[in-house]
């Protein structure tokens, strides 16, 4: 086509070294803002998803959950505190309350994922973001227990773009040899994020207003929801530049409609002025069914494709059921462990625990991952060993009576379990071609959450009620970690290939030369022009 040719042009004279390309810029186009550095791109990204999680353990803690108002017997009440306590809640609504945000990330992610191949997706990452602000200001204005669990909800929507796109950008711009340390690193902040949104959501709620909680929020992530509107675009390798795409739909229309004309004219040639004047007669919201169904389509066909890759389907399942003793860890163990071990301090405890090792134990994830050399062959052994051994302390230290022994053996299989964030996403990132990466880490997330950690909660909850017994209970939800280890084992033997460097559809010589380089520390003259917003 026309188009492609003139876009792949560049590619065909000399290609200069990348110091030499990243510096060049063409006449009259912005600047690239030189302080805009990978490592700068890594800490903007671990702060927003910081500030993302802390929300998620503000909502959870005492100080702006609160509780519900009490009575005794002799007619004496005491007011309720919090969200709980001003709404009057249920504990029911109260548990709605807290998962409401899935809704919007469910939903969502896949939306945002099919989008990032037609919008720049750093664009989508600002609007979000714009969406989490200004629904995290909702939940500080709320009034009801409705108005608040809808504000949860587009809370998740605004959580969507980011969670799809910022793993994908963060693997484009990190060292070759660290990209699993990166990737560790960004997550990382998920546990770390939670301990201190209990923390924040205590000392706000508890001196000042549940309300105020929420409004900080929207203020610290403000300046990054607007940071994705007026910086300079940046383009995800694997896509086409915004500007080529938009090109290529006004072919693909002008081809449909020259067919028909030339069935209704008997083959008789028309114009591209006729194509244009023919497609101005169609009414609008034919044009807008139109768009919406062949996004529809490409999205049903990118599923196609993500759903036959043996290996990222391997990854999910094993991730599914890791995520589904992780998640039931995290809302019953305290309770288990004060009842197992007449703990005092259950909550502090435990959560102690889950920020030291989750930090330690991530980081190490990824760092071991890639001194051994960051193949997908060798996350799956990672991922297998790593979870095994850490089934085998979690699953000893319940066994034990001495709380102190428990405390060990449960610290070390929880520093080895979470070994395996980088390398989990490392897989989903690399066993798919680029352009392929936000659905595939928007179906990974979609998929742990639907049969992951939203179910495990109630059924463990219903298995405790059967057994009366916290310490079977805890056993057999931690023996579910070693099915986890035998999936992710299969993957050690499956032909995987990184599909990291492979070109997707539609895809220019010169946008893959350019996406190679970090893409914020500088962009050649073609890119810095097809990087314009759409």
Known sequence: ????????KPSEESKPSAEADMGRKAPGTAPAPSWFTPKRLLIIFC???????????TIASNGVNGSQGTCTKSGTCTAGTGIQGEFNLSNFEDGVLSSAFMVGLLV???????????????????????????AVIGCGFSFNFWSITICRMLVGVGEASFISLAAPFIDDNAPAAQKTAWLSIFYMCISTGYALGYVYG????????????????????LPFAVLGFVMK????????????NKALAEVETAASQDTEVAVSNGGAASTSEEFRDKSSYKPAMVKVATKIWNQFAKFLKDMKVLLLEKVYVINVLGYIAYNFVIGAYSYWGPKAGKSIYNMSDADLIFGG???????????AGGFVLDFINNTISNAFKLLSVATFFGAVFCFSAFCFKSMYVFLALFSVGELLVFATQGPVNYISLHCVKPSMRPLSMAISTVSIHIFGDVPSSPLVGVLEDYVNNWRETALILTAILFPAAGIWFIGVFMHSVDRF????????TVTDRSNRTPLLEGNTAETTGSSAEP
């Open 233 to 244: 675009p940046l383009q995800l390798k694997g896509f086409a530049p915004a500007e080529l």
């Open 353 to 363: 625990i889950t920020i030291v090792s989750g930090i330690l134990g991530t980081l």
């Open 47 to 57: 702060i927003i998803n910081l500030i993302n999680y802390v929300d998620r353990g």
């Open 202 to 221: 205590g000392l706000v709620g508890g001196y000042l207003n549940w309300r105020v909680a929420f409004w900080v929020e929207a203020i610290l992530m």
């Open 108 to 134: 969502a992610s896949p939306i945002f994922a099919s989008l990032a191949k037609s919008v720049n997706p750093f664009r989508l990452i600002g609007v979000g973001l714009s969406v989490w602000t200004l």
């Open 501 to 508: 460097d492979e070109e997707s559809e539609h895809q220019v």
């Open 1 to 8: 086509m026309a188009v492609e040719k003139e876009q792949a």
